[in-house]
């Protein structure tokens, strides 16, 4: 009889069980995960291990989309820009592991954004058939500009989903936001409760130690840590850090240090205590520098993803100036990680940030830079990347009264060059409503 597994990964189970109900119900489009806040960590961990090809057992792909959701016309380009930047990074890993990675998106030209990030997932989906049952993506956006638009939008997208493209949410079930979505159409959304009693699982393992073996300890230690979080008590979280943190050093598990300081400081910025996330995203990248030195190219990703935590506390902070200055350190790492669509959006936002700073010349100097980094991808990629929002913002800077009066006519022809069409602008700007 095999060795009983422990409170965490019982859970991990239990949320195993509650999506495979869901993706063998034919009729279901969309799943309405009820979490409290103590099991939303759990949540964010069982996703994170069936990303994972050695670790996850669901024969699913799964893709987890964590961009704000700021309105209805740009949320799906900003997905589709995500999805695409991923398969990127996912390129050498799937040459190293002998699979095909010459998958290319439908061009989204003349379609509104909802509709082209459908087509592209579709599509992807359909690419690797062989490999998987169903492309499963977890929306999870960091911060929701208004719930009742971010309603409306996830509605027109589940009226929109093929059976084999899931899509799963998590509503709070202390002050939920989507009852609306989810009697509207009660067949296509699946609502579940987690169910997955928080306080037990850490008690018990308070009780038992979790586990002998280190990597069993550091995820004991690692849940505590999320639960602290989950919780707000920001001064439990950083001691549970510590603990994390020594047996990661203590293994040499520079990542695992990175994974510590990544999640501290994500717990700090919702917190609005942006000197301690500040510094906790810059030992985030230190230990990216220090994986990339011993020639792990996770390193790089680490320094990035680190590098654009530290830009979104400046920009959180309303640090406009600093901000403008650390995306233009951003897109020098989105350069050493070979991510050019990340490295036009840290120029698009290098830009942003300093008009709002109100530096207009470095404004435009950094949305030349945007211009020229789309002018790197291949043709084909830019219209997936965040070019046309970065060339409206040099629209915006030409149009100010200060500027030259040939800069709005430069942007327009350049823009057209770049994507092929004088129609260069979002399209969802004149597609209109999602119905």
């Known amino acids: 009889m095999g060795e009983r597994k422990n409170a965490i990964a019982r859970r991990l189970d239990r949320l195993n069980d509650q999506w495979n109900e869901f993706a063998s119900n034919s009729e279901a ?20 291990t069936e990303q994972d090809d050695r670790a996850g057992e669901i024969p699913d792909l799964f893709l987890s989309l964590v961009d704000p959701f700021e309105d209805v016309v740009s949320y799906g380009q900003v997905l589709r820009a995500s999805l695409l930047s991923q398969y990127e990074e996912a390129r050498p890993d799937l040459v190293a592991a002998g699979m095909d990675d010459a998958w290319l998106p ?5 379609r509104h954004s909802l509709v082209a990030f459908l087509e592209t997932c579709t599509s992807l989906r359909a690419h690797y058939n062989e490999l998987t049952d169903k492309l499963a993506l977890v929306l999870m956006p960091v911060s929701v500009s208004d719930d009742a638009e971010w309603q409306r939008w996830l509605g027109a997208l589940v009226e929109r989903l093929p059976e084999e493209v899931r899509v799963a949410v998590v509503d709070s079930i202390d002050r ?33 130690g979790g586990t002998s073996t280190p990597d069993g300890q550091f995820r004991v230690k690692f849940t505590a840590l999320s639960q602290a979080l989950a919780q707000g008590d920001l001064e439990t979280a950083r001691e549970r850090a510590d603990a994390a943190t020594a047996i990661a050093k203590a293994n040499n598990w520079t990542h695992l240090v990175a994974a510590v300081n990544m999640a501290l400081a994500g717990g700090f910025l919702a917190a609005k205590r942006w000197t301690e996330a500040i510094s906790l995203y810059q030992d985030a990248g230190a230990a990216g520098t220090r994986l990339k030195s011993d020639g792990d190219a996770v390193g790089s990703k680490l320094r990035l993803q680190a590098g654009l935590g530290h830009c979104a506390a400046l920009f959180a902070a309303g640090d406009f100036r600093q901000a403008g200055a650390t995306y233009e350190a951003a897109a020098v790492l989105a350069t050493n990680a070979a991510d050019g669509l990340m490295l036009v959006e840290c ?10 700073a109100g530096d207009l010349a470095r404004a435009w100097d950094c949305g030349l830079r945007a211009l020229d980094a789309a002018e790197a991808l291949p043709p084909e990629n830019r219209a997936h990347s965040t070019l046309p929002f970065a060339g409206e913002g040099m629209l915006r800077l030409a149009n100010m009264a200060s500027a030259p009066s040939t800069h709005a006519e430069f942007v327009e022809q ?14 969802d700007a004149a597609a209109g409503d999602l119905g």
């Open 414 to 427: 350049r823009l057209t060059d770049l994507m092929g069409t004088s129609q260069w602008r979002s399209v």
């Open 29 to 48: 489009r969309l799943l309405r995960w009820l979490v409290r806040d103590d099991e939303l960590r759990v949540v964010e961990a069982f996703i994170q």
């Open 347 to 356: 120029w698009r936002m290098a830009s942003y940030c300093h008009e709002r």
């Open 106 to 110: 439908p061009t989204p030209e003349g």
């Open 176 to 208: 939920p936001v989507l009852i609306a979505l989810a009697e509207g159409q009660p067949g296509r959304v699946a609502t579940t409760v987690a169910d997955l009693d928080m306080p037990s699982a850490i008690l018990e393992l308070s009780r038992t």
